[in-house]
């Protein structure tokens, strides 16, 4: 007899979830699901390469898989269940999904280990649709949820803000008198506590029998969202074990809640006294650096980056990047790029650069910011020639750049640019457009931006209104064109 469990209207994508018996859950594979030990293949070399790839590189991973996976074809032993989820984990963690879907589609059976690798590896992607599209098709076709499943369930909640359906997993797991582990309890308070629900947070996490650091950094970062930074602070210094992600979650939020003189204390307690910098902390530091306008402090977590050998780490770079630029230190910022080479991959058309889109999109930034413009239209060509990925806020930043200086030719380049990588339609872009044609003195192509866009909205009648003011044909033109629209 099947016990069915219906999430009510709390859940809008899961209508049942069909369960084999009465008895709660029994927990198939108690193993995280990630690749394990290879299962018995007389595959002997092929075993051997696979499970000594390297662990960090994708592209290693992928071929290990793809290797492993016509091994297993080729002996005829895919079709066997710990075979097929063994590889179906290769290509899990080789991240390649689309192979991963295939292949968990084509399978004849699929347990709950063959489905919690596939819906883990794009909870790790952050496919949260994705996630909660196989949770459904998991219900429907009867198969039980492990922690694990659960746990990345309740993280795509988490992501969503998707409260009812978090509710919905939740309730449940109680029904089904789950036993809930410390792990499993933790994906639940977070959901809450990333919904907004601080009552049911303090509740569960009163309720905890077994608390680790993950709980407490949980409860933390809930009052810093809703505000509470004396109550976080309170829990923070009653902590009994302060990781770095505790300090990390402090002094950030105390930051972002306008505490910026007790968070740089905290910062200065945490060099003293508490765990090494990541690379968190030196990007929370060199905010807060940058927020204050403390250079000093700035180039002191420089330093420490320095000494820790982690400077070149790209997150840290970005951040020191940004850090010089905002105290006005473009030439330091310069250095601090210049010092790595560029390191591209080749693809069919041209190469692109990997490491240092978000490093150029900051300088580029900080360049206009300070009136660099030389330098910043310098880095941005080279972002397009060498096929990075550019990003709206820095093409803004380079439209900006070319009102400024009046080059309407370049001006019109980049106008391109956006039409070319699809960005066209954007609301902020057509407005930085519209000003920057206005100030070049083309009031026509201007107008062209505005009339093409499809959203007309008070942030665009607002830069047309001021385009037109400037070359002292306000009012006229701007109810001739109210007429045109409405008649249309």
Avoid at 173 to 200: E, F, W
Avoid at 399 to 421: D, M, P, Q, T
Avoid at 453 to 464: A, E, G, I, P, Q
Wanted: hydrophobic letters at 40%; proline letters at 3%.
């Amino acid at each position: 007899m099947q016990l069915r469990l219906t999430l009510r209207a709390n859940c809008s994508r899961l209508r049942s979830f069909p369960l084999p018996d009465h008895r709660p859950l029994l927990f198939v594979d108690s193993r995280t699901p990630g690749t394990g030990n290879p299962p018995s293949l007389e595959l002997n070399g092929v075993q051997h390469r696979c499970c000594h790839s390297p662990p960090f590189s994708c592209s290693g991973t992928e071929t290990a898989a793809e290797t492993f996976h016509a091994a297993a074809i080729k002996k005829g032993s895919v079709q066997g269940v710990s075979v097929a989820n063994y590889v179906l984990a290769l290509y899990a963690k080789a991240r390649n999904l689309g192979d991963a879907q295939k292949m968990f589609d084509a399978l004849p059976e699929r347990d709950v280990r063959a489905w919690t690798i596939l819906l883990s590896a794009f909870a790790r992607d952050g496919s949260w649709r994705m996630v909660l599209d196989l949770f459904r098709d998991m219900a429907i076709e009867g198969v039980c949820p492990n922690h694990f499943t659960l746990s990345s369930v309740l993280k795509c909640c988490s992501s969503l803000n998707e409260l009812k359906l978090g509710k919905g997993v939740h309730g449940w797991i109680i029904r089904n008198q789950i036993h809930v582990d410390t792990v499993l309890a933790n994906s639940v308070l977070d959901v809450y506590a990333k919904c907004g629900d601080i009552n049911a947070v303090e509740r569960l996490f009163d309720l905890m029998r077994e608390k680790n650091t993950i709980s407490w950094n949980v409860m933390i970062g809930a009052y810093l969202r809703g505000g509470n930074a004396e109550k976080s602070f309170d829990l923070f210094q009653s902590m009994p074990y302060k990781d770095v992600a505790s300090w990390n979650t402090i002094i950030d939020g105390l930051m972002q809640n306008g505490s910026e003189r007790r968070a740089l204390e905290l910062l200065y307690e945490m060099k003293v006294k508490g765990p090494v910098f990541n690379e968190v902390t030196f990007s929370i530091a060199l905010v807060l650096a940058s927020f204050l306008s403390l250079l000093e402090v700035g180039r002191q977590v420089h330093g420490i980056a320095i000494r820790l050998g982690v400077n070149s780490n790209e997150f840290i770079r970005t951040s020191l990047i940004d850090m010089y630029c905002k105290c006005g230190e473009t030439e330091k910022a310069s250095v601090v790029f210049n010092c790595w080479p560029l390191m591209f991959r080749s693809t069919k058309n041209c190469e692109i650069a990997y490491e240092d889109a978000y490093a150029c999109s900051s300088l580029v930034s900080g360049f206009v910011k300070n009136g660099n413009y030389e330098d910043a239209f310098e880095i941005f060509s080279t972002m397009v020639r060498k096929c990075m990925k550019v990003d709206k806020c820095t093409i803004t930043s380079i439209i900006s750049a070319c009102a400024n200086v009046g080059i309407l030719e370049l001006g019109r380049k980049i106008h391109a640019y956006i039409l070319k990588v699809g960005y066209y339609q954007d609301v902020h872009l057509s407005s930085s457009l519209i000003d920057m044609y206005s100030k070049c003195g083309s009031l026509d192509d201007a107008s062209s931006v505005f009339e093409q866009s499809k959203d007309s909205n008070v942030v665009l009648w607002t830069s047309m209104i001021f385009s037109f003011a400037l070359h002292g044909r306000a009012m006229q033109d701007c109810l001739k064109k109210v007429m045109n629209i409405s008649c249309s």
